[in-house]
């Protein structure tokens, strides 16, 4: 928990200094404004694990191909969204709009031009994400979702939402699920962070044009299949951790 305490001080000084320090990269380019968004990240992760002792592993980046893609990402933990941009060249995140009235950290995502939605209004709310989704994938951008909407407790029965599919049978671009097993060592709605290894992993790309349930169906088992696998591995690394290490 004190290391937790620490790295909890650390990070929110890291990002505060960040938000208002860079925050003259409103008004630059944003090539240059997202380069300060991956840079955070990759200083999150690194206190992470200078700190806490949690790592980062990526599995299947040649999963990814290049260009335009939809990336379907498994949410457990608020580490997904950070660490997960500088896997990315150009990542648009699906969030929800109600972050943009965040000071400073609602302009940036005005600035890295994410896709906001209005989720009151579903059927407004699903063709304005599909419009500005094409408009991202016209620029060659990743377009990254996380279809359950939030975060989601390790092992908890999935809720994946529809959007997820209309952006597939929309956008025309391959669709690349990502698993990760992140819940277990950052876990939602609680301060402490447990020492160990996130593994993010890739999965091989879904090609468009499939009909949309066979693209769900493929989609979804991938995610729950993979994220269910990290999830016992990690068990297993756990136990073995305090078997050959007593009295830590």
């Known amino acids: 928990m004190l290391r937790s305490l620490v790295y909890a001080a650390a990070f929110y000084l890291v990002t505060g200094v960040m938000l208002v320090g860079l925050s003259w990269l409103l008004l630059a380019p944003r090539s240059w404004a997202m380069a300060g968004l ?7 992760i690194w206190l992470l694990e200078k700190i806490v002792g949690t790592k980062m592993e990526v599995r299947g980046r040649a999963n990814l ?5 939809l990336v379907v990402a498994k949410h457990q933990s608020t580490w997904d969204t950070f660490a997960l941009i500088p896997l990315f060249s150009d990542p648009a995140i699906v969030l929800k709009d109600e972050l943009k009235w965040i000071p400073f950290y609602g302009w940036f995502c005005l600035k890295f031009r994410h896709i906001l939605v209005r989720r009151e209004k579903a059927a ?3 063709k304005s994400l599909v419009a500005d989704a094409k408009d991202r994938v016209a620029e060659g951008r990743q377009v990254v979702i996380f279809p359950e909407g939030t975060r989601m407790a390790p092992g908890a029965a999935p809720d994946y939402k529809p959007g997820y599919v209309a952006l597939y049978d929309a956008l025309g671009v391959p669709a690349v699920p990502l698993a990760l097993n992140s819940g277990l060592f950052w876990p939602r709605r609680k301060l402490i962070r447990y020492p160990g290894t996130i593994v993010v992993s890739f999965l091989p790309p879904v090609p468009p044009g499939l009909p949309r349930k066979v693209a769900k169906a493929r989609i979804e088992e991938a995610i729950e299949t993979e994220s269910a696998k990290l999830i016992a591995e990690a068990g297993v690394q756990s136990v073995n951790f305090v078997i050959n290490n007593p009295g830590k």
């Open 38 to 44: 991956r840079l955070h990240a990759r200083i999150a």
């Open 65 to 69: 191909p290049d260009g335009p893609v």
């Open 124 to 126: 407004v709310a699903l």
